[in-house]
């Protein structure tokens, strides 16, 4: 069967299959690092601290690891990013005396160095087995890509959940370590060894786009996630747990439920946002869905000062919100992978998500100071729903600048 297939398409099966797996890990470790830690008793700033190093690493990551994809290849890029995860699990399986502040930001922030360098590699690779005269196909397998990446790391939050609830922390953490570590020892085997590798050696100093379409959609995306951020990793699942009373496996199964469904609505985005005659999406689309997204956040909130029963308002205010995300996020996947040139894919598509990373670290540490200072509960919750609507007005200004198809035929 798979020998039927074409070259390019076992090596997207591939790549998808390395995402996926990274993407189980991810997810599941997350929600084991903050349900464990926030019940040991740890503040909402202090569980937010533990992933500091993650997203600041990722920033850094996806800089250099661009300019290492252009140079290297993305085959090993990816390669070394599995196995910088199962190092990074190994980590947090100490005896749990040593597993302090500092030791788990120190673990994580490994892993969001194996993360950026899964996910740069990942999305670097499909515009080289795309042909350039087939952007309604990119466009798919983008969203494909990106769709199936976070319906899975939906279920790796569930899995976290369930995982902690069933093996406690070490058994949970070993088992995705041993399954990650077969993952990448086929992907050894399997990864073409020169998928992406610039014709020329970039110089260092090419890591900073010189697009400003790039720029500016790199703008767009920081506020973005950090409008997504600011109530997700840290506010909601503590709101969830210590307001609402959830247990930890309902928390887990929540949170994978909404990133589920976020990931299935991104890999239906080409059906929702085609055009007239299936014309691709541009600038002034990516302006439309975010203007829209902006208004559910200040919805949410206003529900909730208005006294509006919380658990109601949480579900379905934040299911919204997460369809209508997951659109915004589909159309800036693809919409970098369109800017983006050819020869040395991964220099642009790395700077972008550099932004992507930065908007993830703002938001991160909104989340756990605003939650914790506004006086947690209803009032924490809002306070960060409210930050997140201002992330998104200035995601959309930035989008005003964004080519159209107009100026692109220009």
């Known amino acids: 069967m798979l020998s039927q297939l074409t070259p390019a398409i076992r090596q997207y099966l591939v790549v998808t299959g390395n995402y996926w797996a990274f993407t189980l890990t991810d997810g599941a470790l997350r929600m084991l690092v903050v349900l464990h830690f926030h019940s040991l008793g740890y503040a909402p700033l202090d569980i937010a601290l533990l992933f500091l190093f993650y997203e600041i690493f990722g920033v850094v990551t996806n800089l250099v690891g661009g300019w290492l994809g252009a140079r290297w290849g993305l085959n090993r890029t990816m390669n070394i990013g599995l196995v910088m995860q199962v190092v990074a699990l190994s ?113 260092f100093r090419d890591i900073f786009s010189k697009s400003e379409a790039i720029n500016v959609l790199s703008a767009a995306r920081m506020f973005l996630f950090g409008a997504r951020d600011v109530w997700f990793v840290v506010a909601l699942p503590v709101f969830l747990s210590q307001t609402l009373g959830w247990n930890h496996s309902e928390t887990g199964a929540f949170m994978a439920l909404w990133v589920i469904g976020y990931g299935v609505v991104q890999g239906v985005a080409p059906k929702i946002t085609r055009g007239h005659g299936n014309q691709t999406p541009d600038g002034a689309s990516a302006l439309a869905w975010v203007s829209l997204l902006t208004l559910i956040p200040g919805a949410i909130a206003a529900a909730l ?18 369809a209508v995300f997951a659109i915004n996020s589909s159309l800036h996947s693809y919409l970098i992978v369109q800017y983006a040139g050819r020869d040395g894919v991964s220099l642009d598509v790395g700077f972008y998500y550099m932004s992507n990373a930065m908007g993830r670290l703002l938001g991160t540490l909104l989340s756990g100071a605003l939650f914790q200072y506004a006086g947690q509960g209803s009032s924490g919750l ?10 998104l007005l200035a995601a959309a200004v930035a989008s005003i600048k964004l080519p159209r198809h107009l100026q692109e035929a220009a």
Not at 193 to 200: E, H, I, N, V
Not at 382 to 391: D, K, T
């Open 91 to 203: 980590m947090l399986l100490v005896p749990a005396a040593w597993l302090t502040v500092p030791w788990v930001m120190a673990a994580q922030a490994l892993s969001g160095i194996a993360k950026d360098l899964n996910k740069m590699s990942a999305k670097s690779s499909i515009k080289l087995l795309v042909p350039s005269d087939a952007q309604g196909q990119l466009y798919k397998w983008v969203a494909i890509l990106t769709g199936s990446k976070n319906a899975l790391k939906g279920v790796g939050f569930f899995l976290g959940g369930v995982l902690l609830s069933w093996l406690g922390f070490a058994g949970a953490v070993a088992a995705m370590a041993i399954a990650l570590a077969a993952v990448w020892l086929m992907s050894l085997v399997l990864l073409k060894d020169d998928l992406g590798r610039a014709k020329s050696k970039p110089k």
């Open 305 to 322: 000062w208005l006294g509006i029963p919380a658990s109601w308002v949480v579900v379905c205010g934040l299911m919204l919100f997460g």
């Open 382 to 391: 809002q306070a960060c729903l409210w930050v997140s609507m201002l992330f």
